[in-house]
Nanobody, 121 residues
Framework: QVQLVESGGGLVQPGGSLRVSCEAS????????MGWYRQAPGNQRELVAR???????DVADSVKGRFTISRDNAKNTVYLQMNSLKPEDTAVYYC???????????????WGQGTQVVVSS
C-alpha cells in the first residue's frame, strides 16, 4: 500500500504565507510526479502545481509568482510554499503522486486525504 499524508494547512490572513507538506510512504519503488491540487466549495478540483522527478515544474497561472513547489526525493516528500495568499486560495489542498511500486509495475495515482487552507481576515 501507498499512503500520502499532508500537513501544514490552517487559517491565515490575506497576504500571509503557509507551507504544506506531503510525505509518501509504503511500497514505493519510484515516484514520477508529485503535486498539489485544490478544490473549493462548488468548484472542480484543479491543478495548483506539480513537480517531476527531474525537477521540472508546472504551476497554475493563478498562483504563479506566489506559490513554489519543491521536492525531496530522498524523503518522498513534496512541499508547497504559499506566499501572498488571497481569499480565493481558500480550498482543500490535495497531494498527488504517481507511484511505481516495483520495477515491473506502472505508475499509479495516489491521493492524500486533503488539508484545509483558509485565507481570511
Amino acid at each position: 500500500q501507498v499512503q500520502l499524508v499532508e500537513s501544514g494547512g490552517g487559517l491565515v490572513q490575506p497576504g500571509g504565507s503557509l507551507r504544506v507538506s506531503c510525505e509518501a510512504s509504503g511500497s514505493i519503488f519510484s515516484i514520477n510526479v508529485m503535486g498539489w491540487y485544490r478544490q473549493a466549495p462548488g468548484n472542480q478540483r484543479e491543478l495548483v502545481a506539480r513537480i517531476w522527478s527531474g525537477g521540472s515544474t508546472d504551476v497554475a497561472d493563478s498562483v504563479k509568482g506566489r506559490f513554489t513547489i519543491s521536492r525531496d526525493n530522498a524523503k518522498n516528500t513534496v512541499y508547497l510554499q504559499m506566499n501572498s495568499l488571497k481569499p480565493e486560495d481558500t480550498a482543500v489542498y490535495y497531494c498527488y503522486a504517481a507511484v511505481q511500486k516495483s520495477m515491473l509495475s506502472l505508475h499509479s495515482p495516489y491521493w492524500g486525504q486533503g488539508t484545509q487552507v483558509v485565507v481570511s481576515s
